[in-house]
Nanobody
Framework: QVQLVESGGGLVQAGGSLRLSCAASGTIFSIILMAWYRQAPGKQRELVAASTSGGSTNYADSVKGRFTISRDNAKNTVYLQMNSLKPEDTAVYYC????????????WGQGTQVTVSS
C-alpha cells in the first residue's frame, strides 16, 4: 500500500508560479512511477507530468516548458513546479503512483485545487 498526500495548491494570478508537493508513504520501495494529473470542471482527468524511478520524465504538450516534475528520494516526495500559469491550468491536481512487486497497482492522492485568475 502507498499513501499520497498533496500540498501546495492555491490561487495565483496568470503568469505566476506554484509548487505542488506529494509525499509518499507505505511501501514506497515498490514505486516505479509517480505522476501528476489534473481534472478541470466538466473535463476528463489528464496526465500533466510523470517521472519514472529510472529518471525519465514525460509532459503533456500543454505544459512543456512551463512545468517541471522532480523527485526528492530522500524525502519520498515528488514536486510539480508550475511557472507561467494560465487560467486554463485551473484544475484539481492529483498525485499518482504506480507501485507493486508483481502486479502493479495505482494509487491516488486526495487532490489539491489550483486556481489561476486572469
Amino acid at each position: 500500500q502507498v499513501q499520497l498526500v498533496e500540498s501546495g495548491g492555491g490561487l495565483v494570478q496568470a503568469g505566476g508560479s506554484l509548487r505542488l508537493s506529494c509525499a509518499a508513504s507505505g511501501t514506497i520501495f515498490s514505486i516505479i512511477l509517480m505522476a501528476w494529473y489534473r481534472q478541470a470542471p466538466g473535463k476528463q482527468r489528464e496526465l500533466v507530468a510523470a517521472s519514472t524511478s529510472g529518471g525519465s520524465t514525460n509532459y503533456a504538450d500543454s505544459v512543456k516548458g512551463r512545468f517541471t516534475i522532480s523527485r526528492d528520494n530522500a524525502k519520498n516526495t515528488v514536486y510539480l513546479q508550475m511557472n507561467s500559469l494560465k487560467p486554463e491550468d485551473t484544475a484539481v491536481y492529483y498525485c499518482n503512483a504506480k507501485a507493486g512487486l508483481g502486479n502493479l497497482y495505482t494509487y491516488w492522492g486526495q487532490g489539491t485545487q489550483v486556481t489561476v485568475s486572469s
